[in-house]
């Protein structure tokens, strides 16, 4: 045979050599991380201390650090609440936007038909909105929810539809000449080219979704992490007000890589 | 067995507003276990018409019969075997489970166990290869195992080689030509080739473009199996200059 392939040993890295890696690389993230903390409290201090700022504007970074360590249980009862809201609502956003984006696929009347519809739930401001969710859902978890899946809808199902239009028509014509339904067009062919963009839209809805998860509170007064910081500041706890920024800003941040990191897994 | 009988089909695709004629009046039989290349300029509507035999889409007038029955039928009983230009595999998955792939769509056994129709390609040893790590040829090996595996009676090809090197194609050409000889099926061959098209078929049917028609077929009436040095013989070469005849016609005195 004259057309021979490169074999596959020769192409990849070993088992070890790439688990070596990986190791080597989340080592760097954990220094890069350390290094960045510790530049942050230092300017954090410094800032304090060299212009002389009152502690009911900015409490200094100890002051927080003990906040943290105190009030951890009501952080963390508050960081779950928000956090049922933020992955509840991308789930069922994920759900409804590839359920929809797939029908687009079988027909383009409809997406034709959904579309606008779809695009005039997208420019509606959540804030308008948002009272007239209440009034519906009550001013519990489901507002939060409901909340977090219009705002995350968007992008995954724009990304979704991109996805299952993404095979080529040869692809598409293998599957019709042996004989394929439309269901087994979708899940062997559509779906799995589809992934990565899937994988891009929860990237960018995830982004979006703690913050909304929080403004949602804000407007319902759902106990959790949004509405602590809230209570915290209205009261003038300022050490847990900021400790609970620096728990949402972590959770947004570490939802953001694990998005990152799946979207990474997903398409090598 | 298996004829293809195709009568007064024209076919049309619209375009935004307006209409193009890809096809009108085809008016042709493929003998059942022939070869036949379809040969022509780009536009002739050389891949419209094999996909309207794989019932990809209908011809807008005009009927087609595949054996017994339409070609929807033909495709649903899975009598018809397709090879595009490009390998088409689906990337996630190895050789083999790419080659048992019209099976599982059919849910029926594969006709053709799926690891001899890899060997039967000279894949052996390379069953649980991802497409990614092999060569566009090998790729195209395997296009040609999965077209196969559900011993189908039509094989249709759009350009298969196209894309590959000289000396790769030949040698594809030479094992494509075993293959379907231990096949038995109808073959048809969409290719822009002339030496292919005269090596390869027993008839070489010449389409002009812009609507595409018939031109002119061509009966090679060459002994097989056919080899290489056939090539060099006179009458390989007189039946290449009839087919470029019916391809330029009087462009061939224009000088350039």
Avoid at chain 2, 174 to 187: D, F, H, P, Q, V
Avoid at chain 2, 191 to 214: K, Q, W
Wanted: overall charge neutral; aromatic content about 6%.
């Amino acid at each position: 045979m004259a057309d021979t392939a490169p074999h596959q040993a020769d192409k990849r890295p070993s088992r070890y050599a790439e688990s070596q890696e990986r190791l080597a690389a989340l080592g760097r993230f954990a220094r890069f991380v350390a290094v960045v903390l510790v530049v942050v409290v230092v300017l954090w201090q410094g800032a304090i201390s060299l212009l002389d700022i009152e502690p009911f504007v900015a409490p200094d970074p100890l002051s927080v650090g003990q906040a943290l360590v105190q009030e951890t249980d009501a952080l963390a009862v508050a960081l779950a609440y928000t956090l049922r809201s933020t992955v509840g609502g991308v789930a069922l956003a994920l759900v409804l936007a590839v359920s929809i984006a797939g029908l687009f696929t079988l027909s383009p009347l409809l997406s034709r038909a959904l579309l606008p519809l779809i695009i005039m739930l997208r420019t509606a401001p959540i804030l308008a909105i948002a009272p007239l969710l209440i009034l519906i859902f009550g001013r519990g978890q489901t507002t939060s929810i409901v909340v977090v899946v219009i705002v995350s809808f968007f992008p995954i199902m724009v990304n979704a539809a991109r996805g299952f239009a993404s095979p080529k028509a040869n692809a598409l014509e293998l599957m019709h000449v042996c004989g394929a339904s439309w269901w087994q067009t979708f899940t062997r062919v559509r779906v799995p080219f589809a992934l990565p963009f899937i994988f891009t839209g929860i990237r960018m809805a995830s982004a979006g979704a703690v913050l909304s998860a929080m403004l949602a509170e804000w407007l319902s007064g759902a106990p959790g992490i949004g509405t602590l910081i809230l209570e915290a500041s209205s009261f003038r706890k300022l050490p847990l007000m900021w400790a609970g920024v620096v728990v949402s800003m972590i959770t947004a941040t570490a939802i953001y890589g694990l998005t990152v990191w799946m979207e990474r897994r997903l398409s090598r | 067995m298996t004829e293809i009988a195709i009568s007064g089909v024209s076919k049309s695709f619209s375009l935004g507003k307006g209409e193009i004629q890809a096809l009108a009046d085809i008016e042709i039989t493929f003998p059942s276990g022939s070869f036949t290349a379809l040969i022509g300029p780009s536009g002739c509507g050389k891949s419209t018409l094999l996909r309207l035999i794989a019932d990809v889409f209908p011809p807008t007038t005009g009927s087609i019969r595949v054996g017994d029955h339409g070609p929807d039928a033909a495709r649903l009983s899975h009598e018809i075997g397709f090879v595009f230009q490009d390998p088409t595999l689906l990337p996630w998955r190895n050789v083999v489970e790419n080659v048992r792939l019209p099976a599982e769509v059919a849910k029926i056994a594969p006709r053709r166990d799926p690891a001899a129709l890899t060997t039967l390609v000279g894949l052996a040893g390379f069953e649980e290869a991802r497409p990614s790590q092999l060569s566009g040829g090998m790729q195209q090996r395997v296009a040609i195992a999965r077209a196969l595996a559900l011993d189908p009676k039509v094989l249709l090809m759009d350009e298969p080689f196209g894309a590959l090197d000289e000396i790769t194609r030949q040698r594809m050409n030479m094992e494509l030509l075993r293959i379907w000889k231990e096949s038995g099926a109808t073959a048809v061959l969409v290719t822009h080739s002339i030496s292919e098209a005269v090596f390869m078929a027993d008839t070489v049917v010449v389409l002009s473009a812009n609507p595409g028609r018939v031109s002119e077929v061509i009966s090679v009436d060459l002994p097989r199996p056919r080899r290489l040095d056939l090539m060099r013989d006179a009458r390989f070469n007189s039946y290449e200059n009839k087919v470029r005849e019916a391809l330029f016609g009087d462009d061939m005195k224009v000088p350039a």
